[in-house]
Nanobody, 125 residues
Framework: QVPLVESGGGLVQAGGSLRLSCAAS????????MGWFRQAPGKEREFVAA????????YYADSVKGRFTISGDGPRNAVYLQMNLLNPVATAVYYC??????????????????WGQGTQVTVVS
């Protein structure tokens, strides 16, 4: 159904780690880059991390820098998000997305054409 499918979400204790995965489902495509966003109830969807395949550049929101690591395989349209030292603020639905054309920055939802349905991450203290 959906072009991308996330997995790996769940409930984790504060200070713990979680690894999210995202992969293409059914559709074959070539992406310029992929990213992760998150959204909590009553809040706007916010940028978390992104990776640009051509040069392997990665980008992170200041709030997760040093604790989250994005990686993936462009040809396979697969992306991962290793989350360490989690805190309750990280509680949200996490979405992966794919950008199908070049963009100077990959920090905004408008730059992405394909999205997954999201996976819930809940961090408890």
């Amino acid at each position: 159904q959906v072009p991308l499918v996330e997995s790996g979400g769940g409930l984790v204790q504060a200070g713990g780690s979680l690894r999210l995965s995202c992969a293409a489902s059914g559709r074959t495509f070539s992406s310029y880059g992929m990213g992760w966003f998150r959204q909590a109830p009553g809040k706007e969807r916010e940028f978390v991390a992104a990776i640009r395949w051509s040069v392997g550049s990665t980008y992170y929101a200041d709030s997760v820098k040093g604790r989250f690591t994005i990686s993936g395989d462009g040809p396979r349209n697969a992306v991962y998000l290793q989350m360490n030292l989690l805190n309750p603020v990280a509680t949200a639905v996490y979405y992966c997305a794919a950008a199908l054309q070049a963009s100077s920055i990959l920090k905004f939802p408008a730059n992405y054409a394909l999205w997954g349905q999201g996976t819930q991450v809940t961090v408890v203290s």
